[in-house]
């Protein structure tokens, strides 16, 4: 019974916090894009990496949640070996973006 319900909407689940975390990282890569070109024109400072870095963060927690999801209905072994896989480069990639925030946010307090 509890299986059945996992099988049928885990799924669901899985697909739509993987379409949040695609969401939100393309309307931040459009809005960094826009900053970006802003920026340089008008030589205020947007933050463009900062901002950035935060919605790769953002976004890349709502596929880790997906991917925890999809630990639940896994049926073989090399499926949790890839996923596995997956799940460490997200928490890599999470933690050096985390890091490169936290180097950028210092030099922004330096330098006022």
Known sequence: MLEELFDRYLPILIHLFELMGIIILTLGTFEAFINYFRSKLSKKDFKVKYKF?????????????????????????????????????????????????KIQERKNNYLK
Do not use: G
């Open 53 to 101: 870095a935060d919605v790769m963060v953002t976004a890349l927690d709502f596929k880790l949640s997906a991917e925890i999801l999809k630990t639940v209905i896994i049926k073989s072994r090399e499926e949790l070996v890839i996923l596995a896989v997956v799940f460490i480069i997200r928490i890599i990639m999470t933690f050096v973006l985390e890091k490169e925030m």
